[in-house]
């Protein structure tokens, strides 16, 4: 079973600049997560869909930050305006009906 | 005060030595604890996952659940080199499908 795709893998942009990542669950996982993590930090939850719908964002700073899963299976991530606080490694998590939710790679992003 | 406390180490210990990783925390409604493993530049993986207090053995780990004092344990036996890692501990209110509240992570080496 093929886990979760994410890309891309690193990214570096000028402060001020947009950003995009994007996800691919795991097959038939409903519900997706998007986790920022700091370094030297653990996971934070930004955003959790069910399918298409979001059911939890209150972590989400949605003056920069946006997300999107319009058919209920990919989504992207988005910051814009980046700001120098925003470099972090951007995980991607899926779950199907269990407790566990599964990992992407992540994306490492850099803001200079 | 953060939600979870977790000493960020590192910690080195020879090969076949018994690891032992904590955490505490503070929110007494937390029902569902797991430990979660990654490995460098790769997402989180979980480990084990246990509900309310008691002990979990899976292999050569055992969870161990304190409620009364808000304190979890991961304990590994025989250690082994592949075993190094930055090992999270992870809290939530509902389930391992919600939101999680990580802990900042322990690096762990285990050396030849």
């Known amino acids: 079973e093929a886990g979760v795709a994410q890309s891309p893998r690193y990214k570096i942009i000028e402060k001020r600049q947009s950003v995009a990542f994007w996800c691919n669950p795991i097959?038939?996982?409903?519900?997706l997560y998007w986790y920022q993590q700091i370094l030297g930090q653990g996971p934070k939850l930004l955003i959790q869909?069910?399918?298409?719908?979001?059911?939890?964002d209150s972590q989400l700073p949605k003056d920069r930050f946006s997300a999107e899963r319009l058919k209920g299976v990919d989504s992207t991530l988005k910051i814009q305006p980046a700001k120098l606080e925003d470099s972090a490694v951007y995980l991607c998590?899926?779950?199907?009906?269990?407790?566990?939710?599964?990992f992407g790679p992540g994306t490492r992003l850099t803001v200079l | 005060q953060k939600e979870v406390e977790q000493d960020p180490g590192p910690l080195s210990v020879p090969e076949g030595a018994i690891v032992s990783l904590n955490c505490t925390y503070s929110?007494?409604?937390?029902?569902?604890f797991m430990w979660y493993r990654q490995y460098s530049r790769k997402g989180p993986e979980l480990l084990m996952y246990?509900?309310?207090?008691g002990n979990k053995e899976d292999g050569r780990f055992t969870a161990q659940v304190d409620k009364s004092s808000k304190y979890i344990s991961l304990f590994i036996r025989d250690s082994q080199p592949s075993d190094s890692a930055t090992y999270l501990c992870?809290?939530?209110?509902?389930?391992?499908?919600?939101?999680?509240?990580f802990g900042t992570g322990t690096q762990l080496k285990v050396e030849l």
């Open positions: 929110n007494s409604a937390f029902q569902y």
């Open positions: 246990t509900y309310s207090s």
């Open positions: 097959s038939g996982h409903a519900t």
């Open positions: 869909f069910q399918n298409n719908g979001v059911v939890d």
């Open positions: 992870a809290m939530s209110l509902t389930g391992g499908g919600n939101k999680l509240t």
């Open positions: 998590a899926s779950k199907d009906a269990g407790n566990t939710q599964y």
